[in-house]
């Protein structure tokens, strides 16, 4: 089975920030890596999927990159709607999350 | 535009089955998987499983022997069991769609019911 590690597990930024976020796969894989943005009370939101690709609908200042273990989403310009906890998913495995907190 | 609505007890006791039904509308079937995704109180998502429309289904290798997705075509449903509970299959339960391609690893949820919230208690 695939493992995901996710870093940080938490984060403090302020508006206007860029961050990013990493997740590592156990073994070496294809690209099918998405992110997931999460709310407190609500579902997971698809942002990127295939590492890189935006969903419809989502902020440009949401990216993605990586291939094979790694890879990384970014987020330029934070917006106060932002501040969330972002997961990972490859495969049928999840990252631990990252709680993206306000400074 | 598609939608998922998941519904079922909200109390199950322990040792007794879990059962869930993920009612949708909109352009669901043919060419999707129909998932169930868990996440435990304060905890990450943790992949349940999923079936596709023909029958066939994958689950997680910690659940397998307790899981079982269905799906009818005929209401627009699929459902959820998971016999012999205990406290630690207390969280919000979710179903999704998801996006399968013809590469092993080509899976992603593409949208998601709002969640139940199953607790295990007696």
């Known amino acids: 089975d695939i493992q995901m590690t996710q870093s940080p597990s938490s984060l403090s930024a302020s508006v206007g920030d860029r961050v990013t976020i990493t997740c590592r796969a156990s073994q070496s894989v294809t690209s099918w890596l998405a992110w997931y943005q999460q709310k407190p009370g609500k579902a997971p939101k698809l942002l990127i999927y295939k590492a890189s690709i935006l969903e419809s609908g989502v902020p440009s200042r949401f990216s993605g990159s990586g291939s094979r273990t790694e890879f990384t989403l970014t987020i330029s310009d934070l917006q106060p709607d932002d501040f969330a906890t972002y997961f990972c998913?490859?495969?049928?495995?999840f990252g631990q999350g990252t709680k993206l907190e306000m400074k | 535009q598609v939608h998922l609505q998941e519904s079922g007890p909200g109390l199950v006791r322990p040792s007794e089955t879990l059962s869930l039904t993920c009612s949708f509308s909109g352009d669901f079937m043919s060419t999707y998987y129909c998932s169930w995704v868990r996440q435990a109180p304060g905890k990450a998502l943790e992949w349940i499983g999923h079936a596709y429309y023909s029958g066939n289904t994958d689950y997680n290798p910690s659940l397998k022997s307790r899981v079982t997705i269905s799906v009818d075509t005929a209401k627009n449903q699929f459902s959820l069991e998971l016999t012999s509970v205990t406290a630690a299959d207390t969280a919000v339960y979710y179903c999704?769609?998801?996006?399968?391609?013809?590469?092993?690893?080509?899976?992603?949820?593409?949208?998601w019911g709002k969640g139940t919230t199953v607790t295990v208690s007696s």
């Open positions: 998913q490859l495969y049928t495995s």
């Open positions: 999704a769609r998801g996006i399968v391609g013809s590469t092993r690893y080509y899976y992603y949820m593409d949208v």
